[in-house]
C-alpha cells in the first residue's frame, strides 16, 4: 500500500510561512516576548527565500533542484538550490532587482542564522531588518510574482502590515540594510584577515565619494580600489621606502620610473 502525503506546494508553502511569520510578528508586538520575534525572523525569511525559488520553479522547474537525484529517502523531499543561487538565477532578468537590493539580502541571512545558529538578541534597533524584510516580501510578490500581498493574508493582518511599512519609504531602508550587510562582511572579513596575522580589508582613509570607511583593500569584499558602498574607483599606492599604502589622487607620488612614495616620502625626495 503506498504511503500519502499531505502536501503543500511550494507557493502554497511560501505563503504559509508569511502567515506563520506575522502571526509571531504580531504576538511580539502585543507580548514582548522575543521567541515570537525570532519565530517570525525565521519564518519570514523563509518565505522570501521560497517566493524566490517559486519565481525560478515559473521560469523552469528544473532549476530549482540542486541535483537530479528524487525523492532519496521516501520522505517527501528533494533537495532544492540555495535561495542565494535561485535570486543570482533571476537577478540578470528582473529589472527591479537591483545591485543594492541583491547586497541588501545578505542582512536578512545574518538575521537568520542569529535566530538558527547563535546566541539571538532583538532591540528597537533592529526593527529597520525586520521593515525591510516586509517591505522586500511586500515588493517581491508584486514585481515578481505579479500577487497581491492584500489577498494573500487576512484583513486586519493586512492593515498590521501597511501600518508597519507606510512610515519609511522603501528606498530608504533599502540603503540602510545595504550599507549595514556591507559593515558586517567588512568585520567579517577584518576578524578573518587579522586573525591569520594580515592586513584590514578596507584603506584607513574614506572614499572621498561617499565619505564610508569602505576602499577594498581584498578582492573578496570587491574590486581593489573600489568603495564596497557607492562602487567609487581609487587609485592606491604602496610607498616603496615605508610599505604604507596611500591614495594616489590625493597624496603621495608615482614617478615614471615607476617609484612610489607616501606622502612623507615624497616631501623628503622633493627636498633632495
Not at 517581491?140 to 511599512?165: G, P, S, T, W
Not at 564610508?212 to 583593500?217: K, N, P, W, Y
Request: proline letters at 1%; hydrophobic letters at 35%.
Amino acid at each position: 500500500m503506498s504511503i500519502v502525503f499531505d502536501e503543500l506546494s511550494l507557493l502554497d508553502n511560501a505563503i504559509d510561512s508569511l502567515k506563520h511569520g506575522l502571526a509571531h510578528i504580531i504576538d511580539y508586538e502585543e507580548k514582548r516576548d522575543i521567541s515570537d520575534i525570532k519565530q517570525g525572523i525565521m519564518n519570514l525569511v523563509n518565505a522570501i527565500d521560497l517566493f524566490i525559488l517559486e519565481k525560478v520553479r515559473q521560469k523552469d522547474e528544473k532549476l530549482i533542484y540542486e541535483n537530479e537525484k528524487h525523492d532519496k529517502y521516501g520522505i517527501g523531499y528533494r533537495q532544492t538550490i540555495k535561495a542565494e543561487k535561485a535570486y543570482r538565477l533571476i537577478k540578470g532578468e528582473v529589472d527591479q532587482i537591483t545591485e543594492e537590493e541583491f547586497k541588501a539580502y545578505d542582512i536578512l541571512k545574518i538575521l537568520r542564522n542569529s535566530a538558527t545558529h547563535s546566541t539571538f538578541s532583538y532591540g528597537k534597533d533592529r526593527e529597520h531588518n525586520i521593515i525591510f524584510l516586509m517591505h522586500y516580501i511586500a515588493r517581491f510578490l508584486e514585481n515578481e510574482l505579479e500577487m497581491d500581498l492584500q489577498d494573500l493574508i487576512e484583513e486586519d493582518v493586512f492593515k498590521f502590515y501597511h501600518k508597519k511599512i507606510r512610515d519609511l519609504d522603501y528606498g530608504e531602508v533599502l540603503q540602510e540594510r545595504m550599507y549595514a550587510a556591507i559593515e558586517s562582511e567588512i568585520s567579517l572579513l577584518n576578524f578573518s584577515s587579522v586573525k591569520d596575522g594580515g592586513t584590514p580589508v578596507v584603506a584607513e582613509w574614506n572614499c572621498h565619494e561617499c565619505e564610508r570607511e569602505g576602499i577594498s583593500l581584498d578582492e573578496d569584499l570587491a574590486p581593489y580600489g573600489h568603495c564596497a558602498y557607492c562602487g567609487h574607483e581609487h587609485r592606491i599606492g604602496t610607498c616603496d621606502v615605508c610599505g604604507i599604502q596611500f591614495d594616489v589622487d590625493w597624496e603621495g607620488q608615482e614617478y615614471e620610473d615607476g617609484l612610489s612614495l607616501c606622502e612623507y616620502h615624497s616631501d623628503i625626495n622633493n627636498f633632495d
